[in-house]
């Protein structure tokens, strides 16, 4: 990524950006902003900034629903396990008041606020916009490479146990990567229960349209030549 600085060499910036981000309003304003950008299917997190930094991004309606749903928990718990130094920002508060996007108790909310901040130890930043959150995540990057930091790199390991191995069998399936793998196994159960199930079945699983599902039925049911 190349960021602009004014009365400076500029400085070569990376961030990967995970690939369902690629049509959002920051990856537009990274682009903007000079960016060097790559587009990856992350296991976990939005943006890397750094090889120990990891930034999930949720904007106001979405982070109140993953409260509601425990997407957020589990979320929280890959960050950790993944990254050294994760980070959560929560994008359009100032467009959207977090305590009326749901009806949601606000003491939930604080709740999770409070998990965030001490449980997990994140940094809980927010932001005004998607321009917003890009000139966050630059000036993560920058700090980064002035500490010589790695860049941010994806790194894959062998699946160990059981559960690794059956979402590493899922997500090598067309257009799913290991979230969704996660989310298949979490609606059907099994591994044999995704490979019978129908096209309408798995466009249940959210992510899922007509589209992915004949693509993903066509892999298992077509004859090997």
Known sequence: MVARKKGA???????????????????????????????????????????RVAVEVKRAPDFVGSIIDGRLLRQLKELRESFERPVIIIEGVGEQDLYSVRNVHPNAIRGMLATIAVSYGMPLLYSKNPKDTAGILIAIARREKENNVPEPALHTKKPET?????????????????????????????VSEIMNATEEQLQKVELIGPKKAAEIKKVIDSEYR
């Open 162 to 190: 059981l559960a690794e191995k059956q979402e590493y069998v899922i997500a090598s399936l067309p257009g799913v990567e290991v979230k969704l793998a996660r989310a298949l196994l979490g609606k059907f159960g099994s």
């Open 9 to 51: 060499v500029e400085q070569k910036l990376k961030v990967i950006a995970d690939v369902r981000e690629k049509y959002s309003g920051v990856v537009t304003a990274l682009y903007d902003e000079g960016a060097l950008i790559e587009l990856k299917a992350l296991p976990t997190g939005d943006f890397l900034c750094s090889s």
